[in-house]
């Protein structure tokens, strides 16, 4: 008998139901490189996410690399942007803009939960984080958000 002889494929990936419904609750946790989604306080799925390049510490200024941390809100959904899906965040919220204004900077802006960028292919999983500030998914991870996800959503976003 050849050693082939003996190999035996490892099982597939097991297939998760797809979530119906809408969620209300976003919690992304930085230290984790976790997005977890809820409704009615029960978790429903968890999602590794790559971060902004910089990612420790609340983002202060544009072109920081930080992912922002707080309470926010899903405002808006962009399905042409120039990665695959994207869930916009409220911020630089009020507190933010001021912050960066004391110290005579831009707090920046454009902070969204998205997929890869539209010339990628999805290969299912991140090595490092690669955004400017955002949180990203899988092509087909975002897929689903986007369809769970409506305008209004709590995210709340943790070190």
Known sequence: ?????????PAPAPTL????????????EKSNRSLTVFRNGEPLRRYKIALGFAPVGDKMIQGDGKTPEGLFQINRRNQESAFHL???????????????ELDGADPGGDIFIHGLPNNQRDTGSFDRDWTEGCIALTNTEIEELWAITPIGTEVEIRP
């Not at 139901?17 to 992304?28: E, F, M, N, S």
Request: hydrophobic share 35%; proline share 11%; net charge neutral.
């Open 86 to 100: 994207s869930l916009g965040l409220n911020y630089p919220r009020p507190q933010d803009t001021a912050r960066a």
């Open 1 to 9: 008998m050849m050693l082939w002889d003996r190999y035996t494929p």
């Open 17 to 28: 139901d797809p979530i119906t419904g809408q969620i209300d609750r976003i919690l992304v």
